[in-house]
C-alpha cells in the first residue's frame, strides 16, 4: 500500500535523467509522500527543471529512469535507499561496485552479474549479517524472472547511484 502512494507520488514528479537528479528526485517522493509533507505540484517542478535535464537521451539513461520509478513503485527503496540494517538489507548508496562479504565466507564485488544472479535466485547470494527473508519475500511477490525488462531497469538503476569501485 505504502509502495502505490509512492508511485503515484514519483509519477508526478519530473524526469531527471542523471544519478545525482535521480536521486534528489527520489528523496523528494521519499519525504513528500512517506511523511505526509506537502506533495509537489508537477507544474513546479517543471518551472525549475530545464527541459534538457528532464528528458533522457540515451537507452541506458531511460532505463535507469525506468528503474527509479520501479525501485520506488516496487518497495526496493523501502529497504534500501537510505540506511543498511541487518532487517532492511544494504543501502544502494553503497553498494553496485563495493565488496560485500556473503554467508559462506566468499567476498564479491557487487556487479551487474552478481545482483542479476541474487534477483533472480534469492538465495543465489546471501549477504553476510542480514536476515535474507525480507528479500525473499519482496521477491516471492514480483516475479521478475517473468519481467526481464523491469529486471534490467531495476540492476540499471542500482548500478547508476552506486559509484565507481573503489580502489582495491
Ligand atoms: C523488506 C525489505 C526489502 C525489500 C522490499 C527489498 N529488499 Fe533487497 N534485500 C533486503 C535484505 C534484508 C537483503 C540482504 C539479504 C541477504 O542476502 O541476506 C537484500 C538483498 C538485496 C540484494 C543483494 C543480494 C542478492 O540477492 O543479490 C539485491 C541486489 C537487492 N536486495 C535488491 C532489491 C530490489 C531490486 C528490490 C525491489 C524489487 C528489493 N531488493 C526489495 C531487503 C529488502
Known amino acids: 500500500m505504502r509502495a502505490h502512494n509512492h508511485f503515484r507520488c514519483t509519477r508526478s514528479l519530473a524526469r531527471p535523467a542523471l544519478g545525482a537528479l535521480l536521486m534528489g528526485a527520489m528523496l523528494l517522493a521519499l519525504y513528500g509522500c512517506g511523511s505526509g509533507g506537502k506533495p509537489r505540484t508537477s507544474a513546479a517542478r517543471q518551472a525549475s527543471v530545464p527541459k534538457y535535464v528532464t528528458e533522457p537521451f540515451t537507452h541506458v539513461q531511460q532505463l535507469v529512469e525506468r528503474g527509479a520509478q520501479l525501485v520506488v513503485a516496487d518497495g526496493c527503496s523501502a529497504c534500501?535507499?537510505?540506511?543498511?540494517?541487518?532487517?532492511?538489507?544494504?543501502?544502494?548508496?553503497?553498494?553496485?561496485?563495493?565488496?560485500?562479504?556473503?554467508?559462506?565466507?566468499?567476498?564479491?564485488?557487487?556487479?551487474?552479474?552478481?545482483?542479476?544472479?541474487?534477483?533472480?535466485?534469492?538465495?543465489?547470494?546471501?549477504?553476510?549479517g542480514y536476515d535474507p527473508r525480507p528479500m525473499l519475500a519482496a521477491l516471492a511477490r514480483l516475479h521478475l524472472r517473468a519481467h526481464p525488462a523491469q529486471l534490467a531497469a531495476l540492476i540499471a538503476f542500482i548500478e547508476q547511484v552506486g559509484p565507481e569501485p573503489p580502489p582495491e
Open 80 to 128: 534500501h535507499l537510505m540506511h543498511s540494517s541487518a532487517s532492511t538489507g544494504p543501502s544502494f548508496l553503497r553498494f553496485a561496485g563495493y565488496r560485500v562479504r556473503l554467508e559462506d565466507g566468499r567476498s564479491q564485488v557487487v556487479d551487474e552479474r552478481f545482483m542479476r544472479a541474487g534477483l533472480l535466485d534469492p538465495r543465489a547470494n546471501e549477504l553476510a
